[in-house]
């Protein structure tokens, strides 16, 4: 389950306080005015918080799984791993290179998938837990990242050992640019299996000037529905709603206002993988009249998407 966090600002003094529902109004404790919701932020869940304070990261999938599917392989005559999770099977066959200890091989091996716009090559490098759900972020590439005519190439890509030797690695990271950008992969070795599995996969953003700009154009519909595109799936409801009561309050529940000159801050951090863990505010600010609306983002890695998390007018 995701953290949700709730801020509300004092009408009085604008002090500011973490708050448990957004369906309440709270005293303020410094001077006694009302305290009501304007924000809602979607946070990393739990085992991601787990993952990061133990230094590992987020989905990284237990060894026994490789060790069953090898089992099950063996026993029913597959060859090439092709056998997906809960009867699943991929289409790409493997690449032997990821059957073995060097490193170096298998970031070749990525780095060729990764030019030919393989993506089922590339899923089937996946541990079979997200594999599917890896396919899916991988075929959004092309449209999100306009690669309809062909992948970039990675430069200046190297793997490196992250625990263990040479003769008994653990895990290992495969780092590449291509362009102004960066793709990083964590890999893990199942020594049960003698492969390597991906479990962590992180590219830069996309850009969030047309994401803003696609939201500027939903938001002259006057109509909250519109902006549910914007919202996680797993928040849509409850962003909506605050939404609602925040322009109703406002007074823009049937028109909304224009949004003039917006201003971007805090993108450039997370173009890097560990602008997730810094907690880097992402927001753009829309002139409107005498007053301004904030919204905050969050670039969503498995949508491959910039997802609104919070607002503020």
């Not at 109004?25 to 005015?33: E, I, N």
């Not at 992180?202 to 969030?208: A, H």
Request: hydrophobic share 40%.
């Amino acid at each position: 389950m995701s953290d949700t966090l709730i801020y509300g600002i004092c009408d009085s003094c604008e002090k500011k306080y973490r708050v448990p529902s957004a369906d309440k109004t709270y005293p303020c404790k410094a001077c006694g005015g009302t305290v009501a919701v304007h924000e809602i932020e979607e946070t990393r869940t739990a085992s991601e918080r787990f993952n990061a304070r133990r230094g590992k990261d987020r989905g990284k999938a237990p060894i026994w799984i490789g060790t069953l599917l090898m089992l099950v392989a063996v026993g029913t005559g597959l060859v090439g791993y092709q056998v997906g999770w809960f009867g699943t099977v991929l289409g790409a066959d493997v690449d032997p290179r990821l059957f073995g200890t060097n490193i170096e091989a298998v970031d070749a091996a990525l780095a060729e998938a990764w030019s030919a716009g393989d993506a089922e090559g590339l899923a089937a490098m996946h541990h079979p837990t997200g594999r599917e759900e890896f396919f899916v972020r991988l075929g959004a590439f092309p449209e999100h990242r306009a690669w309809s005519a062909a992948w970039p190439s990675l430069t200046k890509h190297k793997g490196e050992l992250e625990g263990g030797s040479a003769s008994a690695p653990e895990k290992a990271v495969s780092s590449a640019t291509f362009g102004d950008s960066s793709l990083r992969v964590k890999w893990q070795y199942d020594s049960n299996v003698g492969r390597w599995f991906i479990y962590n996969f992180w590219i830069t953003p996309t850009e969030l000037a047309p994401r803003v700009e696609s939201f500027r154009l939903a938001w002259a519909n006057s109509d909250t529905t519109a902006l549910r595109p914007f919202f996680s799936v797993t928040k849509a409801d409850q962003l909506q709603e605050l939404f609602d009561k925040q322009l109703a309050k406002a007074g823009w529940n049937t028109q909304h206002p224009q949004l003039g000159k917006v201003e971007l801050s805090g993108e450039e951090a997370t173009r890097h993988p560990v602008g997730e863990f810094l907690g880097v505010k992402v927001e753009s600010v829309f002139a409107s009249g005498d007053k301004s609306i904030l919204i905050r983002w969050r670039f969503d890695q498995k949508a491959d998407e910039w997802m609104v998390s919070g607002l503020q007018f």
